[in-house]
């Protein structure tokens, strides 16, 4: 079965299909802009990520490591990075110069939903359906943070661009901010922020940070009808 990926561009009254390719596979899980390249990442029902050229229409390059449907996928803003997580609960992060795969981290115990790196810090953020949320320090590899609070599958996650916080939304038909300046706090004291700490990998308790922050609720918003 044909699925097609299609690029629009914007224009005055309405959007103009760019271009569009196709891929073999049951379903397109999930997609991602690169910064500065005319590049998009597809991640693939059938475990393969495919990064395609959308100003030529042209399959760049695949990645086929992940065990199942890839849900999430996010390029670095500056390195030749990107990252996914998928139906294997595991977390890789690939080098699309090297075109490998450089390591995987494993922590969560269901289906990974989206991921995403900081701007600015060496942290990928990750949703999960076993109902948390988890921050990473990709340069030395380690869990340093696990949000906990929502009651049901997380659907979803992602950096605020420049404030330290944590957007989350839930099938608890929660949507919840979470504070992180006090893990930043943490970390940047310690000199953990830019190179991370391999023993810092244990989630705080419940008065583990601030108010809303790492290890509580977070501040909710109820999305029920």
Not at 78 to 84: G, K
Not at 125 to 153: E, F, P
Request: proline share 5%; hydrophobic share 35%.
């Amino acid at each position: 079965r044909r699925h097609r990926l299609r690029v629009g561009a914007g224009r005055p009254g309405g959007f103009a299909m760019l271009t569009k390719f196709e891929t073999k596979s049951n379903r397109v899980k999930g997609v991602a802009f690169h910064g500065s390249r005319p590049w998009v990442l597809a991640s693939l029902h059938n475990g393969v990520v495919q990064l395609w050229d959308y100003r030529m229409g042209t399959l760049i390059d695949r990645f086929d490591e992940h065990e199942g449907p890839v849900r999430g996928v996010h390029f670095h803003v500056e390195e030749p990075l990107f990252v996914t997580g998928g139906d294997d609960y595991k977390i890789k992060v690939w080098n699309y110069k090297l075109r490998r795969c450089l390591f995987t981290m494993l922590g969560h115990l269901d289906y990974i939903r989206t991921v995403q790196f900081h701007a600015e810090l060496p942290w990928i953020v990750s949703a999960s359906d076993d109902q948390t949320i988890r921050i990473w320090n990709w340069k030395t590899r380690a869990c340093v943070s696990v949000l906990t609070g929502h009651n049901h599958y997380v659907m979803c996650a992602q950096f605020h661009p420049k404030e330290d916080l944590v957007l989350s939304a839930s099938l608890d038909q929660t949507v919840r901010v979470w504070d992180t300046s006090g893990l930043r706090k943490k970390l940047v004291g310690s000199g953990d922020a830019a190179r991370g700490s391999r023993g810092s990998g244990d989630p705080p308790g419940p008065a583990g940070g601030p108010p809303g922050g790492p290890g509580s609720g977070g501040s909710a918003l109820h999305a029920a009808g």
